[in-house]
């Protein structure tokens, strides 16, 4: 909707979209705050909105998968491609061609925690959080390599205040200010899961949610970031999700895959991990139409899921880890298209609200809202060639998603200290363990020293752990 629509235009509009609630709420409202709450609806396109509503509430059909759905190839951890494209990958980074980008724009509901997830304590011993965690690993590249990376770090406005005040009161953890750019993404109205009616945070103002990962291809452009990038001669970003420890910023060996291998098109690489059972809550990576492409966990049909195949493992096991290289030429291509859009999903989950009528506010204990989100990995399927690179699952995936059990602190925690016990064991030092096999230390190792277990070795390591000690190397 432009700029030159009137509040009346605004109301006659709400009330013929079904959202008259938002007209009458209006007229109760003091000059000043109609005049924002007007503004905010006028920057949205409400014919678009209540489309969207409509095909989310009364006329929404489950998701389907395409007929002919298989399993995706993949390209496993034994593969002799990859020692070749480790040189691959660091010669991108040494020609500084490599950037690291991170979304960090969701609001972390699962995990409680007051403030941009990013800030939030995770280290096992010494509770760095995870910004700082990845920053280290960006910092121990550049140092390897000689070179600056360039990092873009995905906010939203909700988050983006405060993400920026963090590190700028830890001086951005020793990287250079100049090399960090922080965005926001959009937005987008929440609503009422059954009458589709669009909820209020606070008197006057709209209740919004970050619009998904898969915003970040607008928000990369529109923000300016990818001119950025462009100046400055990236040709790949390396993708992470803020909630994952484990995420190594830049790996030498997919960026080389993603680059080089004669299956990829260098414009969207992924990695997987074998899934842990047959219903573990991963998307999968499926070739379907053609085509390859993730498949939520939540879509993929229950017998597909459980299929196995000769060897008795499952068929669809691929399980995606949030982690992919994506060429900036792609996102260049794709993103200036002006048609182009990425397709929203549908989340039910609690978002409060207050009544438009009565000002009283709810905090529901049951999901009572649509949130209308952009998968990333939905610019898979647009790639011309797409690939699939296998990665150990300790080695790179110990996520934070909960405040206790699965996917949990304490889970990601356990899961720092055991790798750090397998890259001490690789060298040779002695870890002690319980009778169960779990790790009788605590053991955190900074990026800065190493980001691998050959890392790991070139430095003067302990000749063994005491049982029940805190390390830090
Ligand atoms: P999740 O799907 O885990 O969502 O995000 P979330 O919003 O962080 O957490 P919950 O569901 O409310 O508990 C996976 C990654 O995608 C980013 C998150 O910051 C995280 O790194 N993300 C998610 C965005 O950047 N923007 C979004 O709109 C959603």
């Not at 998701?63 to 759905?69: A, G, W």
């Not at 990818?226 to 484990?246: A, T």
């Amino acid at each position: 909707m432009s700029e030159t629509v009137s509040p009346d235009q605004i109301s006659q509009q709400l009330e013929s979209i079904g959202q008259g609630h938002l007209a009458r709420h209006a007229e109760a409202l003091d000059a000043e705050a109609r005049g924002a709450f007007y503004e905010q609806l006028a920057a949205l396109d409400l014919g678009e909105i209540s489309r969207l509503i409509e095909s989310n509430t009364t006329s929404h059909t489950p998701e389907t998968v395409p007929s002919d759905l298989r399993p995706a190839d993949v390209i496993s951890l034994g593969d002799g491609s990859r020692e070749p494209a480790k040189h691959t990958g660091e010669a991108l980074i040494r020609a500084g061609k490599a950037a690291c980008f991170t979304v960090a724009g969701g609001q972390g509901s699962r995990l409680g925690y007051d403030g941009p997830k990013g800030c939030f304590p995770t280290s096992c011993a010494t509770g760095k959080p995870l910004f700082r965690i990845f920053a280290e690993g960006i910092l121990g590249t550049q140092r390897r390599h000689d070179v600056t990376i360039p990092w873009y770090i995905m906010t939203s406005p909700l988050n983006h205040d405060a993400t920026v005040a963090f590190f700028e009161q830890h001086e951005h953890f020793g990287l250079d200010p100049a090399a960090v750019r922080f965005f926001p993404q959009g937005v987008m109205p929440s609503f009422d899961k059954d009458s589709g009616k669009l909820l209020l945070a606070q008197p006057g103002v709209l209740a919004t949610n970050p619009d998904g990962h898969g915003g970040s291809f607008k928000a990369l452009r529109v923000s300016g970031a990818l001119d950025d990038m462009k100046q400055r001669g990236v040709e790949h970003l390396s993708y992470f999700q803020v909630d994952n420890p484990h995420a190594r910023p830049v790996d030498p060996v997919f960026l080389g895959l993603h680059a080089s291998s004669p299956d990829s098109s260098g414009q969207f690489s992924s990695k997987m991990v074998a899934k842990a059972v047959w219903n573990e809550k991963v998307g999968v990576f499926c070739v379907g139409d053609g085509k390859t492409q993730v498949i939520e966990y939540s879509d993929l049909p229950e017998d597909l899921a459980k299929q196995t195949d000769a060897s008795g493992a499952l068929a669809f096991n691929a399980g995606s880890v949030a982690i992919h290289a994506i060429g900036v030429g792609f996102i260049d291509k794709v993103t200036g298209d002006d048609a182009f859009a990425l397709p929203f999903h549908r989340a039910i989950k609690k978002v409060p609200f207050v009544d438009p009528e009565t000002g009283q506010r709810h905090e529901p204990s049951e999901p009572n809202a649509i949130k209308l989100e952009r998968f990333v990995f939905d610019g898979i399927p647009i790639a011309e060639r797409s690939i699939v690179v296998e990665t150990d699952r300790l080695e790179e995936f110990a996520p934070v998603k909960n405040a206790t059990g699965t996917d949990s602190i304490e889970s990601s925690r356990a899961l720092q200290t055991e790798r750090s016990a397998r890259w001490l064991e690789a060298n040779g030092v002695p870890v002690p363990r319980r009778e169960n096999g779990s790790v009788d230390a605590v053991i955190e190792i900074s990026p800065l020293t190493a980001q691998d277990a050959d890392e790991l070795g070139e430095h003067d390591l302990p000749d063994a752990i005491d049982p029940g000690s805190t390390v830090t190397l």
